[in-house]
């Protein structure tokens, strides 16, 4: 049988959004986006930074370093992404490094005052 009527086309595939997987997955960035791979969150968030901040007790120096490094390879996949409108230096300074410093001055810039 000869028909015209076409075939109604089906819902497509599945969004391959991030997307939160449970409460075993681990708090660890999900490249190149850089949101965490358990909740969604622009890595790190807090969980992760609870769980870093427990890791590297007593050495504040090793996790900024350790941050600073997984910054600079955020830096070069979120441009890679969206290179004319990627999140500022500063921004990214703050969420990878900045939320380290602790005491009186902690999340507040200090240069110039
Ligand atoms: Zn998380």
Redesign the pocket.
């Known amino acids: 049988m000869i028909t015209t009527k076409l075939p109604r086309p089906g819902r497509g595939p599945h969004p391959a959004h991030p997307h939160a997987v449970g409460p075993n997955a681990p ?1 660890t960035p999900l490249r190149p986006m850089w949101c ?4 969604g ?1 622009p ?6 930074r609870l769980l870093l901040r427990a890791e590297f007790d007593r050495n504040l120096a090793g996790l900024t370093i350790y941050l600073a490094g997984l910054m600079y390879e955020a830096i070069r996949d979120l441009y890679h992404l969206n290179p004319h409108d990627g999140p500022e230096p500063k921004a990214l300074f703050d969420r990878f490094v900045g939320w380290t410093r602790r005491g009186r001055n902690a999340g507040r810039d200090v240069i110039g005052e």
């Open positions: 708090h965490c791979r358990a909740d969150q890595w790190p968030c807090a969980e992760a």
